[in-house]
């Protein structure tokens, strides 16, 4: 009965997550385990492990209006270990208002114009796992990514199904067993990860942008991050070895909000561009202890 239990919750925690295209079979995107450098965040979205005692996530997977970060546990590379200390960019703004159901411009102004970056501090030095390199050149623009992620099930004729981002009934009993015996909040750990591809279309001081594109004019594997892949790394491999160049933090609205379906073709995806804070990253860890 035990092994039973076991073989229905690894069955009903693997979604397919991640937006595709629709004439791609989805088993291609699949991948059997993460990087080792991809952290699952308490209750949703990634962060990066980039030094052996520090993560990099965007600011807004860190919901600290109701869960307090600091002291508890989070799972690296398998290892237990513990949140010290966060440091939030000074040009993040925590997003607090109502943007109503209509006109989407004020909200992506908002988004466009704030810094959705954050430094994590583990308690104990990563020593299993090898942190991720952060690209420190200029020239994002035209770069083919691999951009890795957890979120919400969809294809570029449809968009999202946000819907499909939620834990299922299996995980949400299972979250719900497993509390009295640890302090491990939940977390996207049982969905399937998924990776694809795109190429780096616009660049500015804060951001990246990519298009999904349909087609002729897509990559192979082509897609683009979906409702709960906050985080999810955009990385390129040099001679092999995969350097990190943006974090998945929004994607561009350009219909009424109540009606925008995010994940369809042509869509735009807007990525911390990781390059423009590499400064900041550093002198936060030179102060901090690295």
Not at 24 to 37: A, M
Request: no cysteine; hydrophobic share 40%; charged share 25%.
């Amino acid at each position: 009965m035990k092994k039973f239990i076991i073989f229905l919750l690894i069955i009903a925690f693997n979604s397919h997550a991640v937006v595709k295209r629709h004439d791609i079979k989805p088993e291609l995107y699949e991948l059997k385990s993460p990087p080792e450098y991809y952290v699952d965040m308490p209750f949703e979205g990634t962060a990066v492990l980039i030094d052996k005692n520090w993560l990099l996530a965007p600011a807004h997977v860190i919901y600290s209006s109701y869960y307090d970060y600091l002291g508890k546990p989070l799972e690296i590379g398998g290892v237990e270990n513990r949140i010290e200390k966060i440091v939030f960019h000074p040009e993040y703004v925590q997003d607090q208002t109502d943007w109503g159901d209509d006109d989407p411009k004020p909200l992506m102004e908002f988004l466009n114009n704030h810094s959705d970056i954050a430094l994590i501090k583990l308690t104990d030095s990563v020593g299993q796992i090898n942190p991720i390199r952060i690209f420190s050149g200029k020239t994002e623009l035209g770069l083919k990514i691999t951009v890795y992620g957890k979120g919400a099930v969809g294809s570029g004729l449809i968009g999202e199904i946000r819907e499909t981002k939620n834990a299922n009934f299996l995980e949400r009993v299972y979250n719900w067993f497993r509390q009295p015996f640890t302090e491990l909040a939940p977390t996207q750990k049982f969905r399937q990860l998924n990776y694809y591809n795109n190429i780096v279309t616009e660049v500015d001081e804060r951001w990246i942008r990519f298009k999904f594109d349909a087609d002729e004019t897509a990559l192979p594997l082509e897609g683009t991050i979906g409702a709960g892949d906050s985080g999810g790394p955009a990385v390129i491999f040099n001679e092999g070895i995969p350097e990190l160049v943006g974090l998945a933090s929004w994607v561009e609205i350009d219909a009424p909000l109540n009606q925008f379906i995010s994940g369809k073709y042509n869509s735009v995806a807007v990525f911390v561009r990781v390059s423009s804070y590499k400064a900041w990253i550093d002198k936060v860890l030179e102060e901090n202890g690295r």
